[in-house]
């Protein structure tokens, strides 16, 4: 069974950093997609992040567009964890975050055209971690 457990959020001053994790069981990240998914206020909920890797090759990332530059997602496979660093939080970034997991080889297909933020059906989800960026 899939599961997974986000923890790392919290109330922060706009320009800091935060780093998220996301921590799994029931699965080896190796077989996976592991994406990062926030819902502010009011809104629907948005892809941030996602990544599939391998041990001895080289990760694939994709971030959305507006996401790029002060996000970065990476794995920790020792760990069974995946992280995501925020840096120059703004009150744009207030909201619940999540992680999800589909069971998927790794490959850069899913991955490189942001389907992983768009039309991948994900096995499993956690119950998300609150950021709230004030000052």
């Known amino acids: 069974q899939v599961q997974l457990v986000e923890s790392g959020g919290g109330l922060v001053k706009p320009g800091d950093t935060l780093r998220l994790s996301c921590g799994v069981s029931g699965f080896t990240l190796d077989n996976y997609v592991v994406a990062w998914f926030r819902q502010a206020p009011g809104k629907e909920r948005e892809g941030v992040s996602c990544?599939?890797?391998?041990?001895?090759?080289?990760?694939?990332?994709y971030y959305r567009d507006s996401m790029k530059g002060r996000f970065t997602i990476s794995r920790d496979n020792a760990k069974s964890t995946i992280h995501l660093q925020i840096d120059s939080l703004n009150a744009e970034d207030t909201a619940v975050y999540y992680c999800?997991?589909?069971?998927?080889?790794?490959?850069?297909?899913?991955?490189?055209?942001?389907?992983?933020?768009?039309?991948?059906?994900?096995?499993?989800w956690g119950q998300g971690t609150q950021v709230t960026v004030s000052s």
């Open positions: 999800a997991a589909k069971r998927a080889p790794y490959s850069g297909a899913a991955i490189l055209t942001g389907i992983c933020l768009t039309e991948m059906k994900y096995d499993g």
């Open positions: 990544i599939s890797g391998k041990i001895g090759r080289p990760d694939y990332t």
